[in-house]
Every structure is written in structure tokens, then in C-alpha cells.
């Protein structure tokens, strides 16, 4: 990528391989591909585009953020709980709980500092253990 919210100026690439996980419906590759197949436009053209009668409309912010809260609503959700950024907080969650290095998180998640150490959740678990940890260290 040239250009995201991150890139705005294209002054640098951004390169994030796509895994196969073929255990998985939410794939990304699988996903991704099916895309293409689906709604196929040319090389030149942005990644994301919403198929219209008339060609095609590019996926922008407020589609994609009124569409995601659509379908939470959907299902049940507070939707205004939720936001796009949600994945990228959810990412780095994730990847924390999975014992990923904090700099490939950092570095996958294209922050330029720790920031992203904030959007982290710690569950009560997480943080009893932590509380055990620091008990042990003070008692040896």
C-alpha cells in the first residue's frame, strides 16, 4: 500500500502478506481472493470497491464504519461500542494474548511508537496473574 491513514502522503510502502489459514472461514487470503474474483477491476484501481449499477463505488470510512454497525445490530451488539478501529485494537489484543513480540506488533501494525500499548485488554485473569507474579517477586 501507497497510501492509508497512516501513508498519506505515499512517501513509503506498506507491505503486509496475506497467511493462508486454511483451517479458518475468515481467511484472509480465501477472502481476499474471493474478492478479486467477485468484484474483479483493474490493477490501478484501490483495493476495496463496493459494485454498483454503474461500475464501482470505492469502499470509503463512512460506508464501511455504517455497514460494520448495520450488521453488529444485526447480531445483537451495542454497535456504538464499536468502530473500524476496532480491528487494529483487537489485532494488537490478540497478538499480545498470542505471545507476539511487542515490536512485531508495533511493526505489523504500522506504529511509528508504543502507542498501541494503551488499546490492550487485560481480562481479569490477566491481570490476577499479573498480581500473583508481583506478589512472588516480593516474597522471594
Excluded at 9 to 16: H, I, Q, S
Excluded at 19 to 34: D, E
Aim: aromatic share 12%; net charge positive; glycine share 4%.
Amino acid at each position: 500500500m501507497e497510501w492509508s491513514k497512516t501513508i498519506q502522503f505515499g512517501n513509503r510502502k506498506l507491505e503486509l502478506p496475506l497467511v493462508k489459514i486454511k483451517v479458518s472461514p475468515l481467511c484472509p487470503y480465501n477472502a481476499y481472493n474471493r474478492m478479486c474474483t467477485l468484484i474483479p477491476a483493474d490493477g490501478d484501481k484501490p483495493a476495496f470497491l463496493i459494485p454498483q449499477s454503474k461500475g464501482y463505488k470505492t469502499l470509503c470510512y463512512s460506508f464501511f464504519q455504517k455497514r460494520l454497525r448495520d450488521i453488529l445490530e444485526m447480531c445483537g451488539l451495542n454497535s456504538s461500542k464499536f468502530s473500524s478501529h476496532s480491528f487494529r485494537r483487537g489485532g494488537a489484543t490478540w497478538a499480545f494474548h498470542s505471545k507476539v513480540p511487542s515490536e512485531l506488533i508495533q511493526f505489523h501494525g504500522d506504529w511509528r511508537s508504543d502507542a498501541y500499548k494503551v488499546y490492550l485488554e487485560f481480562d481479569l485473569q490477566d491481570k490476577l496473574s499479573i498480581s500473583r507474579a508481583m506478589a512472588d517477586e516480593i516474597l522471594n
